[in-house]
């Protein structure tokens, strides 16, 4: 199959997404750093669908988040420097190539910045439960991790099909 290696520089959409994803996600492990000595022992483990506690743990579980998203932030970062390495439908061709690359990894960085926002809204969230100031997520969280995760797939798809 047709899948030559290209240089594609990142859009300024791409470059804000990720200073506004990586902002967000590195302001909230400052905050678990700042706060720390004011966590209790036990902070939330885990939420059901309505966003509301059904297990607690060590505040220690505050780190695997970031961890995760730390991860994440790196992997995904380096595939989207190799689109190449994406899957692509049978018409990928020389005419269409680079706009099929460059939609292929805008749906990357979407996907990658909003999974670091959304976990910071729940380290942030974790944090103010255990201190009082919260009692869940919120009704709210589960449409907004659907939403954050799929919306950007989806436009990506519907972007893909348009090219020629």
């Known amino acids: ?18 200073w506004i994803g990586g902002g967000i996600f590195i302001g909230s492990m400052l905050y678990i750093i700042a706060v720390w000595g004011k966590i209790p022992d036990e902070v939330p483990g885990h939420f059901n ?16 988040l970031p961890f995760i998203g730390v991860f994440l932030w790196i992997l995904m970062g380096l595939l989207e420097k190799a689109p190449h390495m994406h899957n692509y439908s049978a018409r990928l061709n020389e005419n269409n190539v680079e706009a099929l690359y460059l939609n292929s990894r805008k749906i990357l960085n979407e996907v990658k910045n909003c999974c670091l926002i959304l976990f910071a809204i729940i380290s942030f969230q974790m944090v103010r439960i255990a201190l009082g100031d919260a009692q869940s ?10 939403i954050g995760t799929a919306f950007p797939i989806i436009k990506g798809v519907v972007m893909s099909s348009k090219i020629k």
């Open 49 to 64: 669908a309505a966003g509301e506690v059904d297990r607690w743990g060590s505040k220690f579980e505050l780190i695997i």
């Open 1 to 18: 199959m047709y899948r030559p290696i290209l240089d594609l520089p990142k859009t300024k959409r791409e470059k804000i997404w990720d």
């Open 137 to 146: 997520l919120g009704w709210w969280f589960l449409p907004l991790v659907i």
